[in-house]
């Protein structure tokens, strides 16, 4: 009997638990019913809180810009009239190497999402898993392509597994920063113009949408964007997707927005990327979108109730190696700056398209009263004389420390588990050249610039798509050294399965090249830990006066001020290379291919007290004065040459 009653005691007791958490989670949907984000079908609007809501918003990638600017950035887009954002999340950048995440520091998703409702800012999130952007393979990790057949952005298991495995990290972050429960994100794209890519999978869109909604719930909105043509939106959309649509300033907006309405023939009208400028390739004059045209097609979808995402707002820097490139006829790659022409610059300073958007966004909406906030302060901290430390060769222990894997034909960056960055390919002459021999790439199989010497000395270049052949010379034995940068990976369109390095056998005449030593390249890693300026690296070579070819690394410090204010970096007479500052990897220059010809250099990376580092790799030649310009404005095309 006692057992008995100790057992409905223990029954009741778990009753009354239970009973006390149903009243609590229906506390907590009566608290969360206060805030609701939802479609009005009937009406063809959003409703927030039960009102109906137009979003005027703009994109901005936390990814390229450092935390530190993340407060100002945000202040000056809510100043501009905004009153939400438009956010990617780009999956290699959280989770470089599969299976460890990294949301720290510049990578704090959250703190991002934070600072953007404190700064009174609505978030429209884009998580992926592909993103597109401009970024890196479209932001899906390039450790993907360890498996060579995968299907990327589609129901391959490989792929699907590596996705569900993404989101099940990703999402749960997410869902605290719901509106419904208490954050600012009223709505969240699946996938990211899926129309636009070969695949047309149903079934893996499906998938994604299972997984949003077991993570997220049922109360927030998914939806799709998709380009301007039936064939995008036909394989873009699906069912419990709310379908958008998106187009620049040279589109017809009723006939887009019709488009839209076939597709949704209920609800608001979404434009998710309103094109306010366009991204530069090396190589390409630099881009610009007309500020009237921008101005007078944002009143024009304003004024028909439309919510409008402009894209970019700020464009911010592709610092490292995190540009994209396309390939369409031929391999392009995306330049270091993504300024885009936006409201916002590089340098996240107000532009006179901001101040013509928030001129129209007055007539709609009130604008926060007060003074936009100013540019940032910018020095022009003049020359630094660089000194050369050595060739790749001379100082491959510092940056190879793990040495070669050898093996008779080319591995891949994949293969190597090097996804970014450079690669050396090292071999002998397996004869005697005493003319002129062509090595070639006879499938077009360098990825995607390879600068080669033999015996040290820097014979020319391979290049992607356009140079198949270089003839060299040499004696049998002689040491052939290819290196190999990867340049960017394809983010738009069927060729994302972009494969780096010497992907390919090459040729010498006839005869392929074999037995390779091949060097996984950790620069950054050195660079960050130090070198060349710990001790046990110091006093390698003084300053040379006379113009060194081939890949090699400079270093010089730009001497303190007390200043810590933004600058540009201005590499004259250099060809092209890797620019670190206190270990920080900038990204790419390359003033001769254009139209780029400064790099942003943000504040928060100078010590105003302490010597500031420079390392310089110039792959193909430096200029005599060996010296580096920083001054106070940016240059992003190339300038008229009469001035």
């Known amino acids: 009997m006692a057992a008995a009653a100790a057992a409905a005691a223990a029954a009741a007791a778990l009753l009354l638990v239970a009973l006390k958490f149903a009243c609590l989670a229906d506390c907590g949907r009566l608290v969360s019913g206060e805030r609701s984000f939802s479609i009005d079908y009937k009406n063809n609007c959003f409703l927030k809180d039960g009102e109906p809501f137009q979003y005027i918003s703009g994109s901005i990638h936390y990814s390229r810009i450092p935390r530190y600017y993340w407060e100002d950035r945000l202040l000056k887009m809510y100043m501009a009239g905004l009153n939400a954002i438009q956010v990617y999340v780009p999956w290699n950048f959280h989770e470089t190497i599969q299976g460890i995440q990294n949301f720290t520091g510049d990578r704090d998703l959250e703190h991002f999402l934070d600072l953007a409702n404190k700064t009174g800012l609505l978030v429209i999130l884009r998580p992926g898993p592909y993103i597109c952007a401009e970024w890196e393979m479209g932001g899906l990790p390039a450790w993907l392509l360890q498996k060579p057949t995968i299907i990327l952005r589609s129901s391959d298991p490989d792929y699907l597994e590596a996705v569900s495995n993404w989101l099940a990290v990703l999402l749960p972050k997410i869902k605290p920063w719901l509106y419904v429960n208490g954050g600012n994100i009223i709505t969240v794209q699946v996938e990211n113009e899926y129309g636009s890519y070969y695949t047309c999978d149903y079934n893996y869109m499906r998938h994604l949408r299972t997984l949003f909604r077991f993570f997220l719930g049922e109360d927030v909105i998914l939806f799709t964007t998709d380009g301007n043509t039936d064939k995008e939106m036909t394989c873009g959309t699906l069912e419990g997707l709310y379908a958008t649509v998106d187009f620049g300033t040279d589109t017809n907006v009723a006939q887009a927005f019709s488009r839209q309405r076939r597709f949704e023939p209920r ?16 190589g390409d004059q630099h881009a610009a979108v007309d500020t009237q045209k921008v101005s007078k097609v944002l009143e024009e979808m304003l004024m028909m109730g439309a919510n409008v995402n402009m894209y970019m707002f700020e464009g911010g820097t592709n610092f490292g190696y995190w540009n994209g490139a396309d390939h369409d006829t031929r391999y392009r790659s995306v ?38 906030p100013p540019a940032t302060p910018k020095f022009a901290y003049g020359f630094v004389t660089l000194k050369q430390v050595g060739s790749i060769s001379d100082v491959l222990n510092a940056i190879s420390p793990l040495g070669p894997v050898q093996s008779q034909y080319p591995l891949t960056f994949e293969e190597m588990k090097q996804y970014y960055g450079y690669m050396l390919y090292r071999t002998t002459l397996p004869r005697d050249l005493p003319e002129h021999t ?41 040491t052939v050294d ?4 990867n340049m960017g990976r394809v983010n738009f369109g069927s060729n994302i399965n972009d494969h780096k390095g010497l992907v390919s056998n090459l040729f010498l005449g006839k005869d392929i090249l074999s037995d390779w030593k091949i060097y996984p390249l950790d620069i950054d890693g050195a660079v960050a830990g130090g070198w060349p300026y710990s001790r046990s690296q110091n006093g390698h070579v003084s300053p040379q006066r006379e113009p060194s070819t081939g890949p090699a690394f400079y270093t010089g410090t730009l001497q303190p001020n007390g200043l810590q204010w933004d600058t540009f970096l201005k590499l004259i007479d250099w060809t092209k290379g890797q620019v670190w500052i206190n270990g920080v990897n900038l990204g790419r220059y390359w003033p001769a291919r254009g139209p780029q010809q400064t790099m942003y250099v943000p504040g928060s990376l100078l010590d105003p007290s302490r010597p500031n580092n420079i390392t310089v790799l110039e792959l193909e030649r430096a200029p005599a004065h060996q010296r580096v ?13 009469k001035s």
């Open 482 to 485: 290819i290196l190999v940068e």
């Open 267 to 282: 609800g608001p009208l979404v434009n998710s990327e309103f094109y306010t400028g366009w991204l530069d390739h090396w």
């Open 438 to 478: 062509p090595l070639i790439s006879p499938q077009n199989g360098v990825h995607d610039r390879a600068h080669v010497s033999i015996n040290g000395v820097f014979q020319g270049l391979l290049e992607r798509d356009s140079v198949l052949v270089l003839n060299v010379s040499g004696q049998r034995g002689d």
């Open 629 to 641: 310009l920083f001054i106070d404005r940016p240059q992003l095309g190339i300038p008229d040459k």
């Open 335 to 372: 330049v270091t700056s993504y300024d885009y022409d936006a409201p916002l610059t590089e340098a996240g300073d107000p532009t006179e398209k901001l101040l013509a958007i928030r001129d129209v966004i007055t007539l709609f909406r009130e604008v926060p009263s007060g003074p936009m």
